[in-house]
């Protein structure tokens, strides 16, 4: 293997994160957590972070579904600690820009206000 000097970077190989530790989405009775198929909400929510541009999205991935502190990211992507709080910074505008119709739509979310409570 060869050593890296001085201004070059290697290319990190990022493993995909391990298996989602709990299933938030509700299951029918007697079907075993990880089977089935995923809500529109997940699969949508997967196909825009694979749009973000790879360093955004490997942020992405890292900090909120490995659960890595941006200290570890850093170390992990051989970039400074800065690097990994500005992709995280521009991956969630550009995915709250490719969810904004989600947002919109979220009832009692305060930014479309209160939902409307009727008990049977």
Do not use: C, F, N
């Not at 890296?4 to 075993?32: I, K, L, N």
């Not at 659960?67 to 850093?74: G, K, R, S």
């Not at 970039?79 to 009832?107: C, E, F, H, N, Q």
């Amino acid at each position: 293997m060869a050593a890296h000097g001085r201004g070059q970077r290697r290319t990190p190989t990022v493993a995909p994160p391990p298996a989602a530790r709990h299933d938030p989405a509700p299951r029918p009775a007697g079907e075993p957590a990880g089977r089935g198929r995923p809500g529109p909400e997940r699969t949508d929510l997967r196909d825009a972070i694979a749009t973000l541009p790879a360093g955004h999205r490997q942020a992405i991935v890292l900090h909120y579904l490995a659960d890595l502190p941006v200290e570890e990211i850093a170390r992990l992507l051989d970039v400074p600690v800065g690097t990994v709080k500005s992709r995280l910074s521009r991956g969630r505008t550009a995915l709250a820009a490719r969810l904004a119709d989600y947002r919109a739509a979220a009832p009692g979310d305060p930014a479309t206000g209160p939902t409307e409570v009727t008990h049977a």
